[in-house]
C-alpha cells in the first residue's frame, strides 16, 4: 500500500481520508493548521479516522509519503506546498486539489518540482460529496498522465488526464466556479431581496417559465444552503477566481461581488439543514440586517 499523507484536514480531507481507509490504506498521516486547537472542526473529526495519525507540523506528516494529499483553503495553497518543500521523499506525488488560480498553481508546481517532487494538479469538477473519491478531478501539468494510473489504482476513478501544461486544469475550475458560485450569489441576493417584498413565489414562478424543467424552489434552496454553509471557503474561492479572471486581462467585476456576497451568506451564521424555502428566507431576513 502506498504511503498517504494529507494536508488539510477539512470536509475534503477527512472524506478522502474516510474513503482511502475504506480502501485498505490504513497508514495515513495528516496535519491542519488548526490542529493545535482542540475545539477546532478537524481536531475534533480526529477520533471517528481510526487510520489518520495526526502530526504536528507539515513536514512530519509527508516525511515517508508517498502521495501527499493536499487539500487547504484557496488562499493557503501556496503555503501549504512550501511548508512540505525540503521535507518531501524523492519523487513523490503532490497531488494539489485546492480551488486556486492557474498562477497559484504554476508558483506551487515550481516550488514542488524544484524540491524533487512531483506536482500534479488537480482540479475537482464537482462537490465532494455525491461522488466522493470517484469525483471528477482534471490533471494537468509535466507528471499529470504518468499519475492518471496511479490516481485510478489508489481509487480516484473520476481523476482524467487534462493537459501536461500547468494552470490547464486550474484555469477549467476557475472558469466553472464564475457561474456555479455566481448563481448561488445570484439565487441568494434575488431572492432575499423578493421576500422583503413578499414577491418571492411570483420569482420563483417566473423563473420556472424561463427555464423550464427545473424544481426552483429546491434548487434555489441548495443554493443558498451551499452559500451559507460553504460561504467563507466559496468567498477565498472567488478571490482566487478574481485573480485568474485579471491575469486572462479583465477586470473581474463580477467575481469580486461574488465573493463578497458569499462572505455575506457566511456572517449570517445560519444552518439552513431540513429548512424548507419559506423559512430559510425567513431565516434570512431576520438575520440580514445585521450583516454588511
Wanted: proline content about 4%; some cysteine.
Amino acid at each position: 500500500m502506498m504511503r498517504i499523507a494529507l494536508i488539510g484536514f477539512g470536509e475534503v480531507g477527512q472524506t478522502l481520508a474516510e474513503d482511502l481507509a475504506g480502501l485498505g490504506h490504513t497508514g495515513l498521516t495528516a496535519y491542519d493548521i488548526q490542529f493545535p486547537d482542540p475545539a477546532s472542526k478537524p481536531s475534533k473529526a480526529l477520533p471517528s479516522h481510526q487510520a489518520v495519525t495526526a502530526c504536528t507540523s507539515a513536514a512530519d506528516a509527508v516525511a515517508d509519503a508517498d502521495l501527499v494529499l493536499c487539500a487547504v483553503t484557496a488562499e493557503r495553497t501556496g503555503e501549504a506546498a512550501a511548508s512540505c518543500v525540503g521535507h518531501m521523499k524523492t519523487g513523490a506525488w503532490f497531488m494539489d486539489v485546492n480551488s486556486a488560480s492557474p498562477k497559484t498553481k504554476i508558483e506551487a508546481a515550481m516550488a514542488i518540482n524544484g524540491a524533487s517532487g512531483r506536482y500534479v494538479e488537480t482540479s475537482i469538477m464537482s462537490p465532494i460529496g455525491p461522488k466522493r473519491i470517484k469525483a471528477p478531478m482534471l490533471v494537468s501539468g509535466d507528471h499529470a498522465l504518468s499519475f492518471t494510473d496511479v490516481a485510478h489504482g489508489l481509487g480516484f476513478t473520476g481523476v482524467t488526464f487534462f493537459s501536461a501544461t500547468y494552470g490547464q486544469a486550474s484555469a477549467a475550475k476557475m472558469c466553472r466556479s464564475v457561474i456555479v458560485k455566481g448563481v448561488e450569489a445570484l439565487v441568494t441576493e434575488a431572492l432575499a431581496s423578493a421576500h422583503h417584498y413578499g414577491v418571492e413565489d411570483t420569482v420563483i414562478k417566473s423563473l420556472g417559465d424561463l427555464f423550464p424543467g427545473l424544481d426552483w424552489p429546491e434548487l434555489s434552496t441548495y443554493m443558498m444552503s451551499r452559500a451559507l454553509i460553504h460561504g467563507k471557503r466559496r468567498a477565498e474561492e472567488m478571490r482566487e477566481v478574481a485573480k485568474t479572471v485579471s491575469d486572462a486581462g479583465m477586470e473581474p467585476l463580477l467575481s469580486d461581488a461574488i465573493a463578497q456576497r458569499q462572505d455575506w451568506s457566511a456572517a449570517l451564521q445560519i444552518d439552513p439543514s431540513d429548512m424548507a424555502l419559506i423559512e430559510l428566507l425567513e431565516t434570512i431576513s431576520s438575520k440580514k440586517e445585521g450583516v454588511s
